[in-house]
């Protein structure tokens, strides 16, 4: 009965509609309950967990990973105990409680450090970056962004590299380092390019746009939005009235 709820909670997600996924997540919970089951237990605890933060409940949210926390250090699963110790800092980024996320990430990091999880650690030195970004710590920042993209390389995580140079390039841009931003941005229109992922690149399109723009490049921010502008049309995406006057008054003034 446990695994009809759980099959039931997959197509709901898929679907999006997370209050019936919430619901048969906990009657799955409960069945793994019954059964006395802590493996499946913790899986279908993490399962509601991160359905619960999709809906921004996040005390619920937190409540499931605490507990799945402690199924797993009974388990003695370090990699499991690590990424639930990543989903409760991410949980508490989400809250806007950032000083309590800290501590989570930070033991996740030696965790996956004893563990040579580059993977992870790619993920989880992104997360401290921006952390770090976010409270005005700009070098550390870097730094962790930098570590980041060593781990991504390591493994060969195209989407880690893409998303990583994207916000460091961001970051760059924020702070007027307008070379480095280019360098950095260019890099992660190519990931996506790899990935196929064409929405986002356009995202990366638009920063690099304003950043030609103030550098009174008119002609390589022309050329940037114009791809923006059929990416927009060929997916529907919101900003498409943004970009189109944004490249009719590069026009007009060329």
């Known amino acids: 009965m446990s695994d009809d709820h759980k099959h039931r909670a997959r197509i709901f997600l898929h679907r999006g509609d997370l209050i019936q996924a919430r619901a048969a997540w906990e009657a799955a919970v409960a069945g793994d309950r019954a059964a006395d089951n802590p493996r499946e237990l913790s899986a279908s605890l993490g399962n509601l967990g991160n359905t619960c933060a999709l809906m921004q409940d996040f005390e619920a949210a937190e409540r499931c990973y605490r507990e799945v926390l402690a199924l797993q250090r009974t388990e003695h699963d370090p990699h499991a105990v690590a990424h639930t110790l990543v989903n409760l800092g ?25 563990l040579k999880d580059d993977r992870g650690l790619g993920i989880l030195y992104n997360n401290l970056a921006l952390q770090d970004a976010r409270e005005g710590r700009w070098e550390q920042a870097v730094g962790s962004f930098k570590q980041a993209l060593d781990y991504h390389r390591a493994v060969g995580n195209e ?7 994207s916000q460091l390039g961001k970051c760059y841009l924020d702070h007027g380092d307008l070379v480095r931003a280019e360098r950095c941005l260019n ?3 190519e990931h996506y390019i790899k990935l196929g992922n064409e929405p986002a690149e356009a ?12 550098r009174a490049d008119a002609v390589s921010a022309r050329r940037c939005l114009e791809r923006v502008v ?18 009719a008054k590069l026009t007009a003034s060329a």
């Open 90 to 114: 991410n949980l508490h980024i989400g809250a806007d409680r950032p000083e309590k996320a800290r501590p989570y990430y930070l033991e996740a990091l030696d965790l996956l450090r004893e």
């Open 159 to 165: 989407e880690g590299l893409a998303v990583t140079y």
């Open 187 to 189: 890099n992660a229109s």
């Open 203 to 214: 995202a990366v399109l638009r920063l690099l746009a304003g950043l030609y723009e103030t």
């Open 230 to 247: 059929a990416l927009d049309l060929r997916y529907k995406l919101p900003d498409l009235q943004t970009d189109s006057a944004r490249l």
